[in-house]
């Protein structure tokens, strides 16, 4: 078990990138506007409620709610914050939420599900009409993919949750040409490794399920995403 509230405090170089996204994000929310406060507030992979914490301080959320797959994570989550609800869910199984929400994150949390296209409509679900998805996810692909995937294997991680699993030399020239990296995953109850995660994949799902991306940017090697439905159920653009 992994305690998110350490390596976000911790001052280690190695831990700077996961200390910068977590500032990008509280900026961005800093920057939200909510139009009929007070709101109600879901965090999806809410792991052991530290980030959750500090994103209820800056929101005018009258209710906030955890959910995640580690019961051994939620029952941390529950010692140490006990004014949150938390709830379990499985992302990759239709998910049937207590209720729906006007401001959802799900943060870095959809490069670990097997099912993204069933994850991403699940969240979809998960917000009321007129509200803001917030998601982060690693990129993987590209130059930040290539640095990532050197680094990786040079500290020992390997391929061998990918089906194949393909070569390292195989893998890179994917990623140095410019080729789909998702093909070498199949749907499976969760994953522990990014090889193989597009952040495309979870745009372009966002806008099957009708939602516009009103504001998608790179911070850190980490792709920051906000979409939304109108009032109206049309998408927010």
């Keep these: 078990m992994i305690d ?26 800093d920057g939200l506007s909510f139009g009929s406060p007070p709101i109600a507030y879901a965090d999806v992979g809410c792991s052991n ?3 959750t914490c500090r ?7 009258a209710e906030a709610a955890g959910f995640d797959y580690s019961e051994e994570l939620l029952a941390e989550a529950r010692r140490h914050h006990p004014a949150i609800r938390f709830y379990r869910v499985d992302l990759n199984k239709t998910v049937e939420w207590p209720r729906r929400y006007d401001f959802v994150s799900c943060l870095e949390t959809l490069e670990h ?26 990129i993987e692909i590209g130059a930040w993919g290539t640095l990532k995937f050197l680094a990786k294997r040079s500290l020992g991680y390997g391929l061998q949750e990918l089906p194949g699993p393909p070569s390292s030399l195989q893998y890179l020239r994917k990623l140095l040409v410019g080729r789909p990296i998702s093909v070498l995953r199949d ?51």
């Design 55 to 61: 994103i209820v301080e800056r929101l005018p959320a």
């Design 49 to 51: 409620g530290y980030v």
């Design 187 to 237: 749907a499976r109850k969760n994953w522990s490794t990014h090889f193989g995660f597009d952040y495309r994949d979870v745009e372009a799902k966002l806008e099957e399920c009708g939602l516009g991306i009103a504001r998608a940017e790179t911070r850190a090697g980490n792709r920051i995403i906000l979409a939304g439905r109108r009032e109206d159920g049309s998408a927010a653009r």
């Design 113 to 138: 599900v097997g099912d993204l296209e069933r994850a991403v409509r699940n969240l979809a679900a998960a917000l009321a009409p007129g509200g803001t998805l917030l998601i982060s996810v690693p």
């Design 4 to 29: 998110h509230s350490r390596i976000y405090r911790s001052r280690s170089p190695l831990h700077w990138h996961h200390r910068r996204r977590l500032r990008s994000v509280l900026e961005l929310i």
